[in-house]
Nanobody
Framework: QVQLVESGGGLVQAGGSLRLSCAAS????????IGWFRQAPGKERDIAAG????????YYEDSVKGRFTISRDNAKNTVYLQMNSLKPEDTAVYYC????????????????WGKGTLVTVSS
C-alpha cells in the first residue's frame, strides 16, 4: 500500500509560479510511474504530466508543455511539479497518482491516488 500526500498548492497571480510536491510512503516508490492529474470545477480529471519510475522519461499534456516540469527524487520518495507561467485555466485540484503501467511517462491503470491540493490562479 502506497500513501501519497500532495503539498504546495495555493493562490497565485497569472504569470506566477508554484512547485507542488508529492511525498510517498508505505511502498516501493521506485517501482511506480508517478503522474500529476488535475480536475477543474465541472470537468473531468485529466493527466497534466507523468514520469517513469527511473525518471528518465516524462510526459506532458499539450497545454502545459514548456511551462510545467515534472521530476522525481527516488531517494526522497518525492515527485515534484514545477509550474511556471501559470494561467487562470490552470486552476484546479491537482492530484498525485501512482501506477505500475506507463507508456513513455503516461500512466495507465492508477493504483494509488493522493487526496489533492488546490491551485488557484487569479487573473
Amino acid at each position: 500500500q502506497v500513501q501519497l500526500v500532495e503539498s504546495g498548492g495555493g493562490l497565485v497571480q497569472a504569470g506566477g509560479s508554484l512547485r507542488l510536491s508529492c511525498a510517498a510512503s508505505g511502498g516501493s516508490f521506485s517501482d511506480y510511474a508517478i503522474g500529476w492529474f488535475r480536475q477543474a470545477p465541472g470537468k473531468e480529471r485529466d493527466i497534466a504530466a507523468g514520469i517513469t519510475p527511473s525518471g528518465r522519461i516524462s510526459y506532458y499534456e499539450d497545454s502545459v508543455k514548456g511551462r510545467f516540469t515534472i521530476s522525481r527524487d527516488n531517494a526522497k520518495n518525492t515527485v515534484y511539479l514545477q509550474m511556471n507561467s501559470l494561467k487562470p485555466e490552470d486552476t484546479a485540484v491537482y492530484y498525485c497518482a501512482a501506477s505500475r503501467t506507463t507508456v513513455n511517462g503516461r500512466l495507465y491503470g492508477i493504483n494509488y491516488w493522493g487526496k489533492g491540493t488546490l491551485v488557484t490562479v487569479s487573473s
